[in-house]
């Protein structure tokens, strides 16, 4: 098994950045495909970003591309989403999960594991 704990989340204005990062314990995420979901209240969840194992594949959802880049550091055993440009439409809990099935990225039953989420609040 593998454990997720997110970080990095908090408060910030329309056009500001943030980077989340996801820190692994209990299996190397080398093992494992990895993905940033969010949900914002009221709303199902929705995929953000995935990676592959090695870190040479990476996809984005449409809302994201161009303004958050998903990478990964086997070494320290941490996935980070850079979110650059934020908008308001942006605030949700973060969560980062983990496959070590079949990688399609964004299918939500697909991962395995999950962290508890963090979360990002964009101002106006």
């Known amino acids: 098994q593998v454990q997720l704990v997110e970080s990095g989340g908090g408060l910030v204005q329309a056009g500001g950045s943030l980077r989340l990062s996801c820190a692994a314990s209990?299996?190397?995420?080398?093992?494992?495909?990895m993905g940033w979901f969010r949900q914002a209240p009221g709303k199902e969840r929705e995929f953000v970003a995935a990676i592959g194992w090695s870190g040479s594949i990476t996809y984005n959802a449409d809302s994201v591309k161009g303004r958050f880049i998903i990478s990964r550091d086997n070494a320290k055993n941490t996935v980070y989403l850079q979110m650059n440009s934020l908008k308001p439409e942006d605030t949700a809990v973060y969560y980062c999960?983990?496959?070590?099935?079949?990688?399609?990225?964004?299918?939500?039953?697909?991962?395995?594991?999950w962290g508890q989420g963090t979360q990002v609040t964009v101002s106006s």
């Open positions: 209990g299996r190397a995420i080398s093992s494992y495909a």
């Open positions: 999960a983990a496959t070590s099935r079949a990688f399609i990225p964004a299918l939500e039953r697909a991962y395995d594991y």
